[in-house]
């Protein structure tokens, strides 16, 4: 069955300690860590995991114009791919399976070059990167954004087309059902598409807010999901009604806190809801 997590770096600038608390509350499996390699004291996460029995799902990357795998400056994808591994090794000591990878930054609207070259050389990248997460059994999931956010993938066959070109064993797809409402005109059929490749799953509704407050049919979601068999991550990914999905962490604290509780619990027991009426079936 799936393992239920939330993404970190939804949760802004709050003390981790008070989000993983309310992970556990709210009967959580685990967490998806935000992918800042540099910025982690390990040794401290790996005790609060342990202290309330939760997990590192995954790693979510952030990928900033100095992280940019599609870029045509070598100084700039050199960097990008260093950071790459750097998730996978931190994935690696906190014991995650799935680092995510966005194959050109947010908020990229265009090619700084042309279009097949940035393609070109985020392939050439992810080729790179995935090969050093399959020598430590760690799998690069690669996300498609939608088209507001970025440029280069934002659909999902796009995103297959990608990673069969990419060709390494390590390198799938993640589907963000929040995006997915944006660019699929069919959830099912779209899941079904990549299949083969699917690693990763985020969850939030077409509002991105918590599931079940928008229009996303997640009763039709779950069952394709079982259908494929898919028995990975199930993670979290809902903000607040905000233009820059960044400035979430600038809200008032207590604002801040009261909406995380509600989206918390909202999702899981959205989601398991649905999970257990289909197995009644």
């Known amino acids: 069955m799936f393992t239920y997590s939330v993404t970190q770096w939804i949760f802004g600038h709050e003390e981790m300690e008070l989000s993983l608390r309310r992970l556990k509350k709210h009967g959580y499996d685990g967490v998806e860590l935000a992918g800042e390699p540099k910025k982690i004291n390990i040794a401290a996460t790996q005790a609060m995991l342990q202290q309330y029995d939760l997990t590192c799902t995954s790693i979510c990357g952030i990928y900033t114009p100095e992280r940019d795998l599609s870029s045509s400056k070598p100084d700039i994808r050199h960097n990008a791919i260093q950071y790459v591994k750097d998730c996978v090794d931190m994935a690696v000591q906190l014991g995650a399976t799935v680092v995510i990878v966005v194959p050109t930054p947010v908020g990229k609207s265009g090619p700084d070059t042309t279009q097949q070259e940035e393609w070109a050389n985020a392939v050439a990248s992810l080729k790179e990167a995935g090969t050093y997460a399959a020598e430590k059994n760690i799998h690069l999931s690669v996300e498609a954004l939608n088209r507001y956010e970025t440029y ?14 990419v060709d390494v064993k390590s390198v799938g797809i993640m589907a963000d059902l929040f995006h997915m409402s944006i660019e699929e005109r069919d959830h099912a059929a779209a899941l079904r ?23 996303t049919d997640f009763t039709g ?61």
């Open 152 to 165: 280069l993938v934002n659909k999902l066959d796009v995103a297959k087309q990608f990673v069969q070109q």
């Open 193 to 215: 598409s990549i299949a083969p490749h699917l690693m990763h799953v985020h969850i939030a509704d077409n509002t991105r807010e918590a599931a079940g407050y928008g229009q």
């Open 221 to 281: 979601v779950i069952s394709t999901l079982l259908e494929l068999g898919y028995t990975g991550n199930i993670t979290m990914e809902f903000l607040p009604p905000v233009s820059n999905p960044y400035l979430v962490a600038h809200h008032g604290e207590a604002q801040a806190s009261s909406i995380y509780d509600e989206y918390t619990k909202q999702s899981i027991d959205h989601i398991k809801a649905i999970v257990n009426s289909l197995q009644l079936k």
